[in-house]
């Protein structure tokens, strides 16, 4: 079981965001289980439930995993196709975030556009990857920082931009006709205290 599976087919996103839907994918990622194992954990009736689920597997967001006895029945037991799941922006077509449409690169939309950009091209990536029998090259760097001021804020973009460039320009080579080309993105944002609630720099000053 992958750790997340990218949905870029409209189809197969509009089920698993129905919302009973999403639950089953949660709680069968958590736990494999049978139709009525998993209705009699979520609390809802094992008929609904059936129901739902034929529908996810149609979609192969659902996979069977074994099978066994209970009573006089064999029971299917299943398990969500991956552990988590994240939904392309192609899903959306040419409604979809795309950073060439964004004119102002120092705004939050162009960040949300990156973002979904590298969504919708490591998942094509990653599926071609998981073909092929190989792994996808990766890099991710994530931290926290805490910034004392808005004028510390500003150095470290400018240092922390410089020293990217510089890293960039030492070992790209443009001649390299056998080199595979590679997208870097960095991105920033405050940092939420929790989720759902207004990051802590922003209930201090009125500038992001």
């Known amino acids: 079981m992958p750790d997340v599976a990218v949905l870029d087919d ?15 994918l949660a709680a069968l990622a ?9 209705a009699a954990r979520l609390g ?11 529908a996810l597997e149609d979609k192969g967001l659902l996979v069977e995993v074994g099978r066994r006895r209970h009573g006089g029945l064999t029971e299917r037991v299943l398990a969500a196709s991956a552990t988590a799941y994240v939904v392309s922006p192609a899903a959306l077509g040419p409604a979809g975030a795309e950073p060439a449409r964004v004119t102002d690169r120092l705004s939050t939309g162009y960040l949300v ?3 979904a950009r590298a969504v919708r091209e490591v998942g094509v990536l990653l599926r071609g990857a998981e073909r092929a029998g190989k792994r996808l ?31 960039a320009a030492r070992y790209h080579a443009e001649s390299a006709t ?5 997208r870097l993105a960095l991105v920033s944002h405050p940092r939420p205290t929790d989720v759902g609630t207004v990051p802590e720099t922003l209930d201090k000053e009125s500038a992001p």
């Open 10 to 24: 409209p189809d197969v996103a509009a089920v698993a965001l129905e919302p009973t839907r999403s639950r089953l």
């Open 30 to 38: 958590a736990e494999p289980g049978s139709a009525a194992q998993v």
């Open 44 to 54: 809802l009736p094992r008929q609904r439930v059936g129901h739902h689920l034929r």
């Open 113 to 115: 556009a990156v973002a």
């Open 137 to 167: 090259p990766t890099l991710t760097i994530e931290t926290d920082v805490r910034l004392a001021s808005a004028e510390d804020r500003a150095a470290f973009a400018d240092e922390l931009a410089a020293a990217v460039r510089d890293v």
């Open 178 to 182: 056998d080199g595979r080309w590679y």
